[in-house]
């Protein structure tokens, strides 16, 4: 789908984690967003296009997957996220991982992206080299608010933390197009589950994007191109998942828990799925944030270890 000089491309497998769907701007700076829809895919576009610029609205795997094939073209993320590139034990960091499973556990997770031939998990690409690759340079950072001006498209950054601490949406007002990224309206519901997340400010940031003046909503994930209608409607069914997940905690919790034994439950990803660290990590961290929210709600109480209603 073409809007102008910009184009939807679709990731594989319906831009279901792990790929998503980029975005291509091929105007006088060739500029490619979020270069996740697959290998196959980013090559073809390779072949074809001058690409000048890489932008990654945040630092997760299936946004950043394929940074590492444009060695010769810049490569900027936000400021806020900018840090995971740095230093990757920040990533792990943010990622949950050493809330989790501590410094050491981080330590064999760097080097196991840091070889090629490292065993992959059938549920999550929580081993994969293109973790490694994919943030070993960062040559600039934008912040909320600049302007891109990429010859006859421009683009504005819009803040948009929640998803993580620095995700940004992009807006092209001369189009009334917005790049939604993982405000990404999936069946799953929003994702939350990093340390650097936020269950409200995602929620005050998705309503917001969806106050922008464009017709066109392009989500990073599965759904596609949404009207402004079709995006505020969708929204209001997505952001419900969040309450569904209190309620979820809470019917638990009619017999308290820990977190740890909340974990197990596998209310949001599944008890089976568990066996995988990353997986896993995300359960732990999302039902972290819940109970926080519900303890600031004065819904649940916490005595030590122990959370009960």
């Not at 900018?82 to 410094?103: I, N, P, Q």
């Not at 690409?125 to 912040?143: A, F, I, K, V």
């Amino acid at each position: 789908m073409r809007y102008g000089k910009i184009m939807v491309v679709p990731g594989e497998n319906g831009s279901r984690f792990p790929f998503n769907s980029s975005i291509l701007i091929a105007d006088e700076v060739c500029t490619i967003v979020d270069p996740g829809a697959g290998k196959g895919i980013i090559l073809d576009l390779k072949s074809r296009f001058n690409i000048e610029l890489v932008l990654n609205t945040h630092y997760h795997f299936d946004h950043i997957a394929y940074n590492y094939m444009f060695p010769e073209a810049r490569l900027l993320i936000n400021e806020i996220d900018s840090t995971c590139f740095v230093d990757k034990k920040e990533l792990a960091r943010r990622l949950g991982m050493v809330d989790c499973f501590g410094e050491e556990w981080t330590d064999g997770w760097l080097d196991r992206i840091k070889e090629p031939n490292t065993a992959q998990s059938p549920y999550s690409p929580q081993n994969r080299h293109e973790w490694w690759l994919s943030t070993l340079r960062l040559d600039g950072t934008y912040q909320w608010g600049d302007t891109f001006d990429f010859g006859t498209t421009k683009m504005t950054v819009v803040g948009a933390p929640g998803h993580t601490g620095g995700f940004s949406c992009f807006y092209f007002p001369e189009r009334g197009l917005v790049y939604t990224g993982d405000i990404d309206l999936t069946a799953f519901g929003p994702w939350y589950a990093g340390r650097d997340s936020d269950i409200d400010a995602f929620i005050n940031s998705a309503r917001s994007l969806g106050e922008l003046d464009a017709d066109a909503f392009v989500t990073g994930h599965e759904v596609g191109t949404l009207s402004k209608k079709e995006f505020k409607l969708k929204l209001e069914a997505y952001l419900s998942i969040i309450d569904h997940r209190d309620e979820l905690i809470l019917s638990a919790l009619s017999i308290p828990h820990t977190l740890h034994e909340l974990t197990e439950l596998g209310m949001f990803y599944g008890r089976r799925f568990l066996v995988d660290d990353w997986i896993r990590a995300w359960e732990q961290m999302q039902v972290r944030k819940h109970l926080e929210r519900l303890l600031r709600q004065g819904v649940i109480k916490q005595a030590e270890e122990i959370f009960y209603r």
